[in-house]
């Protein structure tokens, strides 16, 4: 797999997967990472969901689970956002 990703978006990577498990270790929650996301994120993870190759962030999050469970919150925050949206002109 080519892997289009630089060297400072991996760091990046491994980075949020400390914080996650570091935040997760001391009991944080799901909403506790939705609301330090923009910190834990930093302002170019858009960036590194740009720059993705397809099926490069699956390997990252088989590789750190850290990185893996917020990708799991960020996709389950947009499904529900989504819901929201579709529920409210009804």
Do not use: W
């Not at 630089?6 to 506790?32: A, C, N, P």
């Not at 850290?66 to 389950?76: R, T």
Request: glycine share 6%.
């Amino acid at each position: 797999m080519k892997m289009a990703l630089s060297d400072e978006q991996k760091e990046k990577i491994v980075e949020i997967d400390s914080i996650v498990k570091l935040v997760l270790s001391k009991k944080g929650s799901d909403t506790m990472l939705i609301i330090g996301m923009p910190d834990i994120l930093g302002k170019d993870f858009d960036k590194i969901l740009a720059a993705a190759e397809e099926g490069e962030l699956d390997f990252y999050c088989k590789k750190y689970s850290g990185f893996h469970k917020m990708m799991k919150v960020l996709n389950n925050l947009a499904i529900e956002i989504s819901d929201k949206r579709n529920t409210m002109f009804l």
